[in-house]
């Protein structure tokens, strides 16, 4: 399960199957994604950023995306543990990118960490390194263990990713961008003036196929826009 948050005018395709087989929505300014699947493949993406100062200052003209590495994993050839390797060393900002295959699924970061295979189990990633116990990740990770051990229902998965609640300020991270705005990130659903929840998204991947919905949510919060869903064999 996983948000996406960005600027509310930054254009965007919402999920639909790329002429690649690639699933997923597109940021129509750059041209990568958050998260997608490619069924033929057996391969699912997604990234986030990391959150640092350098995050408030505007792209430089030509500056790589991070959607980039969740597209180029999904259309490449190289295995995941081979790419989050190598993508450790490209110019881009922050990030945290999750790539799984056949082999195994996999998380990597420019800002810290080794590589790291992931175990079965529930795991969580936000805006730092992953698993770090941000208040929202703890309640995500905490609201899925328990979704989990009654059977995964849909649209008790949604719910998890609505959770508009914000952090108590003694528990919220130091990032650098002042309290203000750690306030405002520190829902798991976050709804700020030009910037928020775009999108969320389930995907279950269970006895040899892969479900994904994707919930469009427009800018007045807890409204959604627009659903599409895909089904198929993986």
Do not use: C
Request: hydrophobic fraction near 40%; avoid cysteine.
């Amino acid at each position: 399960v996983a948000n996406r948050d960005e600027a509310y005018l930054r254009a965007t395709s919402t999920l639909h199957r790329w002429p690649s087989g690639v699933l997923a929505g597109r940021d129509l300014v750059a041209g990568g994604t958050w998260m997608g699947v490619h069924p033929e493949r057996g391969r699912v993406a997604m990234v986030t950023n990391v959150r640092e100062p350098r995050e408030l200052a505007p792209k430089r003209e030509g500056e790589a995306s991070r959607g980039d590495l969740v597209r180029d994993f999904l259309e490449g050839d190289a295995d995941a543990a081979s790419f989050v390797a190598e993508v450790r060393a490209r110019d881009v900002r922050g990030f945290n990118l999750i790539a799984i295959d056949a082999q195994g699924a996999w998380w990597s970061s420019n800002r810290g960490g080794e590589p790291t295979r992931l175990v079965a189990g529930v795991h969580g990633v936000s805006n730092a390194l992953l698993d770090t116990p941000w208040p929202k990740v703890v309640r995500a990770k905490g609201g899925l263990t328990e979704a989990l051990a009654q059977g995964v229902d849909e649209e008790t998965l949604f719910a998890i990713l609505a959770d508009d609640r914000p952090a108590a300020d003694a528990t919220l991270p130091d990032t650098g961008v002042g309290l203000e705005l750690e306030r405002a990130l520190s829902p798991v659903r976050i709804a700020m003036s030009g910037y928020g929840t775009r999108a969320s998204t389930v995907l279950v991947v269970r006895d040899g196929k892969v479900r994904v919905v994707e919930r469009s949510i427009a800018p007045t919060p807890g409204e959604v826009r627009l659903e599409a869903r895909f089904a198929t064999a993986l």
